[in-house]
């Protein structure tokens, strides 16, 4: 049976990402979904699915704080080509580097940074927060059925710019892009929450689960 991992590592509440990613396992027999902090249960998955809420920074001391976990997650997306999902923090850390507070070094898989958001008009606040409408920029099995204009829930200070635009598969505008959705090889990555985000998000969520690289 194909194991979907949920990584755990104390970096926001998983309870609804558990949920809506039981609710697609089931409608697309995917297998099925268990919630980890450990390495072990990450050497066997068939894909992963790495959350986060809050700081990059913490988020990625956090990760690194729970032994062997950031290496299990290392070796089966870089070496096992284990399809990917990174939600909000966790699509962050995707990055060469966070600029939030402090430099910090991302995983470096897809090139490029965090930065904060500054919006053109003055008059937007930040956080990005609440919903807004997807862009799609480049075509990916697990935006199948999703189109420009439909809408994702966001909630976030810094986005994500990406060194290749090849890289960037869909955006959102806040007086300006916001990287919404980035990916490459096996790996990708959402800003906004899937989870939170109704008929878009479950939609992406049960493309991710059926998707074969």
Same mark, same amino acid.
């Given at each position: 049976?194909?194991?979907?991992?949920?990584?755990?590592?104390?970096?926001?509440?998983?309870?609804?990402?558990?949920? /809506?990613?039981?609710?697609?396992?089931?409608?697309?027999?995917? *297998?099925?979904?268990?919630?980890?902090?450990?390495?072990?249960?990450?050497?066997? +998955?068939?894909?992963? %699915?790495?959350?986060?809420?809050? @700081?990059?920074?913490?988020?990625?001391?956090?990760?690194?704080?729970?032994? *062997?976990? @950031?290496?299990? $997650?290392?070796? /089966?997306?870089? %070496?096992?080509?284990?399809?990917?999902?990174? $939600?909000?923090?966790?699509?962050?850390?995707? +990055?060469?580097?966070?600029?939030?507070?402090?430099?910090?070094?991302?995983?470096?898989?897809?090139?490029?940074?965090? %930065?904060? $958001?500054?919006? !053109?008009?003055?008059?937007?606040?930040?956080?990005?927060? *609440?919903?807004?409408?997807?862009?799609?920029?480049?075509?990916?099995?697990?935006?199948?059925?999703?189109?420009?204009?439909?809408?994702?829930?966001? %909630?976030?200070?810094?986005?994500?710019?990406?060194?290749?635009? !090849?890289?960037?598969?869909?955006?959102?505008?806040?007086?300006?892009?916001?990287? /919404? $959705?980035?990916?490459?090889?096996?790996?990708?990555?959402?800003?906004?929450?899937?989870?939170?985000?109704?008929?878009?998000?479950?939609?992406?969520? *049960?493309?991710?689960?059926?998707?074969?690289?």
């Amino acid at each position: 049976m194909s194991l979907t991992v949920l990584v755990d590592y104390d970096s926001g509440n998983l309870h609804s990402a558990e949920k /809506a990613f039981q609710r697609m396992a089931l409608e697309v027999g995917a *297998g099925e979904v268990l919630v980890t902090s450990r390495p072990e249960d990450v050497a066997r +998955a068939d894909r992963v %699915v790495l959350p986060g809420d809050g @700081a990059f920074p913490a988020c990625r001391r956090a990760l690194g704080a729970y032994g *062997g976990l @950031a290496e299990a $997650i290392e070796e /089966a997306v870089t %070496v096992r080509a284990v399809p990917f999902l990174g $939600i909000c923090v966790g699509m962050q850390m995707l +990055a060469t580097w966070g600029r939030e507070y402090e430099d910090t070094a991302g995983f470096g898989w897809i090139g490029g940074e965090v %930065v904060r $958001i500054t919006p !053109a008009d003055p008059a937007l606040k930040v956080p990005h927060m *609440g919903w807004n409408d997807l862009v799609i920029d480049r075509a990916h099995p697990v935006l199948d059925g999703i189109a420009t204009g439909d809408h994702a829930y966001f %909630v976030h200070s810094y986005h994500f710019r990406v060194d290749d635009p !090849a890289h960037l598969l869909a955006h959102a505008d806040y007086a300006g892009p916001i990287t /919404a $959705i980035v990916g490459r090889d096996t790996i990708v990555g959402t800003q906004f929450h899937p989870e939170k985000s109704q008929a878009t998000g479950l939609r992406l969520i *049960g493309n991710f689960l059926r998707w074969r690289p």
